[in-house]
């Protein structure tokens, strides 16, 4: 109901009751994690984690507080532990994907996307990450079909134009990778 300062006030005592709660540390880390201040998140949920090494669920949420401080090891590491209590999560599979984007391993990048999207294959954040790791591993060839397919179904996507034009400049049709990037501009001005 938009009252966290209350909420916040009302876990930091209990915690201070109760220092080694894993509830009380994790929903403070879901507080501050949603309150934009990831190194109080991070503390907190790592905190958590350590108390409850089988919850993937507060792996997972260290894992995500880890990936928006940028600190790309640690959310890898988190990620993956959640995934291996509970391998079927969507989210920690794009997450982890995005993750190993960041540290430039596009191979595993591109394992994460293709697992998530056995889930769901029109997955929009799955499709995007895969062809942004095939690119990353210069298989421009293998980005293309998808990216322009899903340019045509949505053509107001600036992130999917700047793909195609990226996999198209790959490629060697400059023409092409400049209308995209043209289009994918005028997008981001409105």
Same mark, same amino acid.
């Given at each position: 109901?938009? @009252?966290?300062?209350?909420?916040?006030? /009302?876990?930091?005592?209990?915690?201070?009751?109760? *220092?080694?709660?894993? =509830? =009380?540390?994790?929903?403070?880390?879901?507080?501050?994690?949603?309150?934009?201040?990831?190194?109080?998140? $991070? =503390?907190?949920?790592? @905190?958590?984690?350590?108390?409850?090494?089988?919850?993937?669920?507060? #792996? &997972?949420? &260290?894992?995500?507080?880890?990936?928006?401080?940028? !600190?790309?090891?640690? #959310?890898?590491?988190?990620?993956?532990? $959640? +995934?291996?209590?509970? *391998?079927?999560?969507?989210?920690? @599979?794009?997450? +982890?994907?995005?993750?190993?984007?960041?540290?430039? !391993?596009?191979?595993?990048?591109?394992?994460? /996307?293709?697992?998530?999207? +056995?889930? !769901?294959?029109?997955? $929009? !954040?799955?499709? +995007?990450?895969?062809?942004?790791?095939?690119?990353?591993?210069?298989? /421009?060839?293998?980005?293309? *079909?998808?990216?322009?397919? &899903? =340019?045509?179904?949505? *053509?107001?996507?600036?992130?999917?134009?700047?793909?195609?034009? @990226?996999?198209?400049?790959?490629?060697?049709?400059?023409?092409?990778?400049?209308?995209?990037?043209?289009?994918?501009?005028?997008?981001?001005?409105?």
């Amino acid at each position: 109901d938009n @009252r966290s300062n209350d909420a916040r006030q /009302f876990l930091e005592k209990a915690l201070q009751l109760d *220092p080694s709660s894993a =509830t =009380t540390l994790r929903q403070l880390g879901e507080l501050e994690l949603a309150a934009g201040d990831f190194a109080k998140a $991070s =503390t907190h949920l790592k @905190r958590a984690c350590e108390l409850r090494p089988n919850d993937s669920s507060v #792996a &997972f949420e &260290f894992g995500h507080a880890m990936e928006k401080s940028g !600190d790309w090891p640690d #959310a890898r590491d988190a990620l993956e532990s $959640s +995934l291996k209590l509970a *391998p079927g999560q969507m989210a920690a @599979r794009l997450l +982890l994907g995005r993750v190993y984007l960041h540290l430039k !391993d596009a191979k595993d990048a591109e394992d994460q /996307f293709e697992a998530a999207l +056995l889930v !769901d294959s029109n997955n $929009s !954040d799955g499709r +995007l990450g895969l062809a942004e790791a095939q690119i990353q591993r210069s298989n /421009f060839a293998g980005a293309l *079909p998808d990216l322009e397919s &899903f =340019t045509k179904t949505d *053509p107001r996507n600036p992130a999917a134009l700047r793909l195609l034009a @990226r996999a198209y400049r790959g490629l060697g049709k400059l023409q092409d990778a400049k209308r995209a990037d043209e289009k994918a501009e005028a997008l981001e001005k409105k």
